[in-house]
């Protein structure tokens, strides 16, 4: 008797209903003009507009911006440790190394921005918009996401091991590395980033990617099952 092999079937589409992500937009009327020099004396900003600022060395450790507008700002070497960033605008802000860790961000837009080193991990964010940003190493390590819209942004390293992320987009991205280690995803939508390295694939349990992604990632993933290819 002939026996037959079934044939492998090919992955499947599924109709996939993901929740996009919600967002409430800060509104920023009746703003004072705020300085460098207060914000280093107070440790928190509330109601301001910092419009062709240096903060430099700026130590917010702790403390709080509020209700506020960033215009065309450096935040070199700034230390958000521990901060809280809420309903506010960021645009045109330069920050080579911005350390902010353990930070808890809530409906904040930051637009046409470029940073360098930005150390975000074990922070909580609750509604953040990335648009038009350029981002060296980001790392959101064991941070807990939720409402995260990533658009039109460049990224070399993102981080985002061991975090939990419900309801991430990311749209026209580019992305070289992700890490992806031990994270836990729900809602996260990854068909708009142009991924070239993924470590960790084990993470993307539960994301949303392309046949064109899956296309992308199959050296990877064939390294990752430990695949021998032999032409």
């Known amino acids: 008797m002939r026996s037959t092999e079934a044939p492998i079937p090919a992955p499947k589409h599924q109709a996939t209903k993901l929740q996009a992500p919600k967002f409430r937009t800060p509104r920023l009327d009746q703003l004072e003009i705020g300085s460098a020099a207060e914000l280093q004396r107070t440790g928190q900003g509330d109601h301001l507009i ?75 964010i609750t509604g953040l918009v990335l648009r038009g940003c350029k981002l060296d190493l980001v790392n959101l390590r064991s941070a807990v996401l939720s409402d995260v819209l990533l658009e039109n942004c460049t990224i070399t390293e993102l981080d985002i091991s061991g975090a939990l992320a419900t309801r991430m987009k990311f749209s026209e991205c580019t992305v070289e590395t992700l890490e992806v280690g031990h994270a836990r995803f729900k809602d996260v939508d990854l ?27 199959a050296p990877s993933l064939a390294e990752h099952l430990g695949l021998v290819l032999a032409g």
Do not use: M, N
């Open 50 to 124: 910092l419009q062709d600022a240096d903060l430099t060395g700026v130590d917010l450790s702790g403390g709080r911006l509020t209700e506020c507008r960033l215009r065309s700002v450096t935040l070199a070497e700034a230390d958000l440790s521990a901060a809280s960033v809420a309903e506010s605008h960021w645009e045109r802000v330069s920050a080579p190394h911005l350390k902010a860790p353990r930070s808890t961000w809530r409906d904040v837009v930051i637009e046409a921005s470029r940073f360098g080193v930005a150390e975000l991990y074990e922070t909580g």
């Open 191 to 217: 068909r708009g980033a142009q991924l070239s390295r993924i470590v960790g694939l084990s993470g993307l349990k539960g994301a949303v990617i392309s046949e064109e992604q899956l296309v992308q990632l």
